[in-house]
């Protein structure tokens, strides 16, 4: 692309004047007051190069990049302006069109019986210029037209090409789309230009900025860059490139902007400096530039200066391929860069047209000189005589016409890219054409069907057809515009090379494109990718590494969404993903692993048969079993014993019955809990226990009533603790509590449940007693039972045998009664399986305390003591030998 030159600085001097210059050169109609016939009020002087044909085509190229403006006073007509700096590129450009025009006439099946014919002209790369010459197009260059009367004829122009800027072509459609002249540029990529209401006749063969920025932000993602600069133009083009970027890379490609830099027109150094400074200070390894080439000539400039290296940037199509930035002196700093580029596309029988050129073939454009003879000027160092005023620069020797061309290094057309959509405007407007030519009668798209002929058309009925051709190019590229009028996009990617040698080249690694099937595709060959790093791979460019699994981004206060720090999910919430926005919470019986990154079945607790805890308590219960079973088989081997005979014999084998039956109803403690277990526990503990207290209770009513009998007159009490008294007794006392259990399990029976109240990470299965008042009556009976024991072995503790077995009572009941009061706290604050360990215990010690109390001095005495097993030892009477 061509240096704009100083176009912005002039642009507001001569905005003013630019108007002045639209009002006085339109054409006016008859009717207008003072005027008998149409004419143009005003000729602007520009230079253009021109040829005859039935339907002419105008063109709009940037032959010169540079004007000295004149001064304009009230007193003096102003001189025309001057263009200066001949553009080879921009030349070759208009040349292209004269090529596609030539090319088109010869081809026997597009425009049979047509000749195209082109008014190309010079916009000096300047506004003022620019938009005069896109007047002149829509006027024309006669001062009448042919039908006077009528100001009816032979229309101008059907169709321009260009401008090269997007700035020009906003200002030029925005009043020749009045008369909906179709438009076609080839380098004005600005997003605002698909504004189809605004621009309704603004065609392109160029994809438009926001599909620019698409493909950047594609090879950004490609990379992982989610931490980049972007510095653009202080002009349309760069400003419409920054919304679209700040609209679209955090949603399409996770990134953001680490600054946006308006790069200065001109020689601004401290503006530079600080910009400059800015990206060194950056930790954004990658710089977008969306700017022109003379904005990098100066930034690069202050780069070097204060010598910026490590910088990946990433060029927009305006300078990817600039050779004046591929110097010896910037590669250091370029080397490296990715660039957009246009389309590279083969114009086949270009080179010959080109070196065929000649001035004398040329030299008919009563305008001014011929750009042919500017370019045979300019590539001669010569100048033809007399030199017309204002357009030539200063030259050496006469042209002679005669020189020769093959000798010069010209022309390049190996890497052909605005040309090639040149070629494609050109032949979108021949086909277009075309297609309403070939309207029959009838069936046409008009009013009644009607048709345009090539002496009625209008700029609109090509406009209709323009909005629907679709040709495939020679090099099988497919030109067809949207309802935009943006054609479909394509892009090559290009990679700037440092060679060894000092030799700089620009190939092209990759190309991204738009496809009706297949959408936005990019396309990569990394290997053949250079990067100017010590690595020779990709930088890294983030402003904070990705959050790994397990972890949440979370912003950093006042940074760009880029910005972030990784924190740990917590506990019961996971994320299996790199970056993600939130931690997912695990299901109900699931919980985050140590990494947090994925989800596993929460631990289970309950009081088991495989920890150490479940052993020693299934252990002690079946010792306590075992010994109960000693303890009834020694009594029933020394069952006619006095002293088995003088406890009640059938009491006491009852009660060590109920007490084994209390040492193995702790086993449904144990165990992970089920409906069945839940709902016997508490039941066989009750009963067990229940059994047991009753049959001491009973044992101390009959030892109060024997020592009553033995007093004067208190035989007759003896008569109600006989045997069928005393079992009578006990199955009633059991009954009571079986008839609590039942109607405890009938109306809130004890349910397993999952607990995880206790612990977030663990499922507690417990057994929750369903009522607890069921529960207290429960326990309130046994305890019932126990205080009345006790207090009625108290009141015989005194009593005068040798073997008072109501003392044994007494302290085994005082055993039983302080264990369950410590049960009560104990079991109500101990969480999950300790609440079934500490009821297992209080089990466990309170039978093991009666069991002792009430079985070991018998058995001591029977085993150990056998000469105090008889009727009178137990009687005090003395101790038999």
Known sequence: ?????????????????????????????????????????????????????DVILGGLFEVHYTSVFPELTFTSKPNPLSCQGFDLPGFRHAMTMAFAIDEINKNTNLLPNVTLGYSLYDNCATLVIGFSAALTLASGRKKDFLQKETCLGT??????????????????????????????????????????????????????????????IQILKHFGWTWAGLLISD????????????????????????????????????????????????????????????????????????????????????????????TPHLMPYLGGTLGIAIRRGEIPGLRDFLLQISPDLHHNNRDGNSMVNQFWEHTFQCRFAPPPAGWVEAGGELCTGQEVIENVEFPDVSNLRPEYNIYKAVYALAYA????LRCVAGTGPFIGHGCATLQTVEQWQLMYYLEKVNFTTSFGDQVSFDENGDALPIYDIMNWVWLPDGRTKVQTVGEVKRSALKGEEL????????????????????????CPPGSRMARKKGKPLCCFDCILCSGGKI?????????????????????????????????????????????????GTFICVVVLGIFI???????????????????????????????????????????????????????????????????????????PGGESSLKWFGAVQQRGTVLFLTSVQAAICTVWLVSASPVPHKNTQYHSDKIVYECVVGSTVGFAVLLGYIGLLAVLSFLLAFLARNLPDTFNEAKFITFSMLIFCAVWVAFVPAYINSPGKYADAVEVFAILASSFGLLVA????????????????????????????
């Open 235 to 326: 002009d349309d083009y760069g400003v419409h490139a920054a919304r679209s970027f700040h609209s679209d890379l955090g949603p399409a490609g996770g990134g953001c902007l680490a600054y946006t830099e308006l790069l200065p027109w001109g020689d601004n150094p401290a503006e530079l400096r600080r910009i400059v400074d800015v990206m060194r200070k950056s930790t954004a390894r990658v710089v977008i530039v969306f700017a022109h080439q003379i904005h990098m000539i100066h930034l690069m400039e202050e780069v070097v200066r204060q010598n910026v290296t490590g910088l990946q940037w990433m060029a927009s199509e305006a300078w990817s391929s600039a050779a004046v930035l591929q």
């Open 523 to 546: 396309t990569l060959d990394e290997d053949k990718i250079f990067w100017n790093l010590e690595s020779k791979q990709p930088p890294r460019s983030v402003c904070s590494e990705s």
């Open 155 to 216: 229309l101008p122009v059907l169709g321009i090409v260009g401008d090269s800027f997007s700035t020009f072509s906003i200002a030029t459609s925005d009043v020749i789309g009045l008369f909906k002249l179709p438009i076609v540029s080839y380098f004005a990529t600005c997003s605002c230009l698909s504004n189809r209401q605004r621009f309704p006749s603004f065609f392109r063969t160029i994809p438009s900025d926001a599909f620019q920025v698409r493909a950047m």
């Open 575 to 623: 994320s299996n993903q790199t970056d993600s926005m939130e931690c997912t919470s695990c299901p109900e019986d699931f919980w985050s692993s140590p990494q947090r990154n994925h989800c596993v079945p929460k631990k289970t607790e309950f009081l088991s048969y495989h920890e150490p805890l479940g052993i020693c308590l299934t252990t002690t219960s079946l010792l």
């Open 637 to 711: 081997h020394h069952r006619s014993t006095p002293i088995v005979r003088a406890n009640n014999s059938e009491l006491s084998f009852l009660l060590l019955v109920s007490l084994k039956l209390c040492f193995l109803c702790s086993l449904l403690f144990i165990g992970r809990p089920k409906l069945w277990t839940c709902q016997l526990r508490h039941a066989a503990f009750g009963i067990s226990f229940v059994l047991c207290v009753s049959c001491i209770l009973v044992k101390t009513m009959v030892v109060l009533a024997v020592f009553r009998a033995s007093k």
């Open 854 to 881: 009430l079985f070991g001095p018998k058995c001591y005495i029977i085993l150990l003591k056998p000469e105090r097993n008889t009727k009178n030892a137990i009687m005090g009477r003395g101790t038999t030998q």
């Open 433 to 436: 054409l075309d297609d309403m």
């Open 1 to 53: 692309m061509a240096v704009m030159g100083t176009f912005l600085d002039n642009y507001f001097s001569y905005g003013f004047s630019t108007l002045i210059l639209f009002s006085s050169s339109i054409y006016l109609s008859s009717s207008s007051e003072g005027f008998s016939s149409c004419k143009l009020r005003k000729q602007f002087h520009l230079n253009g190069m021109h040829k005859s044909g």
